[in-house]
């Protein structure tokens, strides 16, 4: 069974910091060989995307967050991570990690293995 499984989240105040975590289990292919990334979809907005790392370690990042977020992963583990640091009220949202096959992939259709989500409130 493929899952992906979220943790992490939680409420602080804006300029704090949350560190989430996102364990694989099942997948098909070598943890290593997928592009993992992290959405995040706010009350009534549409889901975006945040950051993404490839099996190459390359890095992307949408433009609200560089420089505070920091995506990073362990194929020992199988585990990706995203540390969130100087948080402001706008970051609040359901984070969401997934995996896709494609390299560089940063758009929603090119993840085809999703977890539940986690909340993550950042109060003013």
Do not use: H
């Not at 889901?47 to 420089?67: L, N």
């Not at 090119?110 to 950042?122: E, H, K, M, N």
Request: charge should be positive.
């Amino acid at each position: 069974q493929v899952q992906l499984v979220e943790s992490g989240g939680g409420l602080v105040q804006a300029g704090g910091s949350l560190r989430l975590s996102c364990a694989a289990s099942g997948l098909p292919f070598t943890f290593s060989s997928y592009t993992m990334g992290w959405f995040r979809q706010a009350p009534g907005k549409e889901r975006e995307f945040v950051a993404a790392i490839s099996w190459a370690d390359s890095t992307s990042y949408v433009d609200s967050v560089k420089g505070r977020f920091t995506i990073s992963r362990d194929n020992a583990k199988n585990t990706v991570s995203l540390q969130m640091n100087s948080l402001k009220p706008e970051d609040t949202a359901v984070y969401y990690c997934a995996a896709g096959r494609k390299r560089g992939a940063i758009v929603e259709r090119d993840f085809g293995t999703w977890g539940q989500g986690t909340q993550v409130t950042v109060s003013s």
